[in-house]
């Protein structure tokens, strides 16, 4: 399959990082700490940041759309890691004084296989046609999600492929401090990128669902747009994010004029997450279904959310499912 994904390798840092020998506070067992210093990245200079739009980093697992079987499909992540032998070989090189002149990979040998339905991430590197991994050793991609899929179950329950529908969280249209959640054509998400969120996904920091009645959304990468966000620089930044209710996110994602995107995530900062109350937690939302219009298969989130349809809840939390 030739088709190419539309994710980025890599989205750069606002500010240039630097590494300090601290246990991580975002992965476990990581014995460094990633922070940001003052110092503005290249690459965002480079993307007119001072132009971009931002927006909130929402704390999911990416996901992206784009046609198989001759339809529009759902697609998780799989990225196409070294086998063991390859990934100890790589580890050594990392801490050793020759890494500045680079890795040598051999494509054929050294990654672990994949279905034959994967497909690399756009944007990635290529050496002599064939996928290059980026500076983790990985090869990014892609593998679309079948109805009922065990391995991806959360992914498929919030997707209905008889009506090709997704099951998005949004802002309302006509009160922008009101979430939504609806059906939304896949179709209109084609070539684009979405984050699920939910019960089973990063530990639920919104508080979506629970684990005998869990409840997962898809947001679409850019939908939730920061009304007042800080100016650009480290300080002023990090006081938004650890002292305003706006600031009670995961991260910034600015969207640059030029399509590049450029992100901060509170750990850069030394900030923790997740937090006690997000800013997507706290909102209230309502549910917006056209129940005439379908007939959904019972014990669904599809068929769940229909009976809701024109109810409002004070917030995400407030929402239990009872499949």
Sequence with gaps: MSRLGSVQQKVPCLFVTQVKEEPSAKRERQTFKVLATNSINKKALAADIYSAIPTEKVDGTCCYITTYKGHPYLWARLDRKPNKQAEKKFKQFMYSAEHSKGFTWNIEEDFRSVPECWIPAKDIEYYNGKPFPDENG??????????????????????????????????????????????????????????????????????????????????????????????????????????????????????????????????????????????????????????????????????????????????????????
């Design 138 to 323: 990985h090869i990014p991609g892609w593998v679309p999600v079948e109805k009922n899929s065990k391995l991806y179950c959360w992914h498929s329950s919030a997707i209905d492929y008889e009506y090709e529908l997704a099951l998005i969280l949004k802002h309302h249209a006509e009160e922008p401090d009101l979430l939504e959640i609806c059906p939304v054509p896949l179709s209109e998400f084609t070539e684009q990128t979405l984050e699920l969120i939910g019960t089973n996904i990063n530990a639920n920091p919104y508080g979506l669902g629970n684990k005998k009645h869990p409840i997962h959304l898809l947001v679409p990468h850019g939908t939730f747009k920061i009304k007042n966000a800080p100016s650009i620089n480290h300080n002023d930044i990090l006081a938004w994010l650890n002292g305003c209710k706006e600031g009670k996110i995961e991260g910034i994602v600015w969207h640059c004029p030029d399509g590049n995107l450029i992100k901060l995530h509170r750990h850069h900062l030394g900030l923790s997450w997740p937090i006690a109350d997000p800013s997507l937690a706290s909102k209230p939302v309502t549910v917006t279904f056209s129940r005439a219009k379908y007939n959904f298969e019972p014990k669904t989130l599809f068929h769940y959310f229909s009976k809701l349809d024109g109810q409002r809840f004070s917030s995400l939390r407030d929402i239990i499912s009872d499949l």
